[in-house]
């Protein structure tokens, strides 16, 4: 049933090469910039606290274990900063201000996100039931019941590819932010730049892996077809 396929490796080793250069370029970029601190002085809670105020957000602030694992959530409208980002330093400031950013987006209605946010259950659905289906049919011939997976796999990577505006745009609300408000000089704004751009970076692995794992897939059917 599972013999060695050599596609597969096609399909999934370049964008795994990819995925894991960018964890490594997002971990050594954030950790050379976290040894930097802002000429202002500013930590990361002060530049949440600064731009909720500045922009008149609604906007709770909380601190999440881990290391990068700063989020927005819209359903409880909380920043979530990890403990990295709540030091004095541009990584900090930068990973916050994009976080930020997701908020200004929640604010104004921001298409994209609104989408993802849409989406959200059936992507957590067809992430777990579209693999099983997809091996059941490959198992039993069934197209119907592959289709069914394609399906789930094509929410998932319709997610993965949503995600990259809502990305981009929060980093590019964060630096204008950061810039209109002074909180870091010209020179550390492409330190931050650089932080934001390797974060960004780790969306767009995570999208090809989304697309190269459905080409694959359709590709199998296509296979059983023939
Ligand atoms: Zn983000």
Known sequence: MFYFDPLYFVFVIPPLLLAMWAQWKVQSTFAKYAR?????????????????????????????????????DPRSKTVALSQSSQQNSVASVAVVAHELGHAMQDKENYGPLKLRGAIV?????????????????????????????????????LFAIITLPVEFDASRRALAMLQSNRLLTEQE???????LDAAALTYVAAAAQALTTLLYYLTLMGRQRD
Not at 41 to 70: E, F, M
Not at 189 to 195: D, I, R
């Open 36 to 72: 930097v601190p802002t000429s202002t002085g500013v930590n990361g809670i002060q530049t949440a606290q600064v731009l909720i105020n500045r922009n008149g957000l609604n906007v709770g602030v909380t601190s999440v274990p881990g290391h990068l694992t700063d989020h927005y």
């Open 189 to 195: 704004l492409k330190g931050a730049k650089k932080v």
């Open 121 to 157: 259950p059936a992507v957590q659905l067809g992430g777990w039931v579209g693999p099983i289906m997809f091996i059941v049919g490959l198992m039993l011939a069934s197209e119907a019941l592959m289709w069914v997976g394609i399906i789930g796999f094509g929410l998932a990577a």
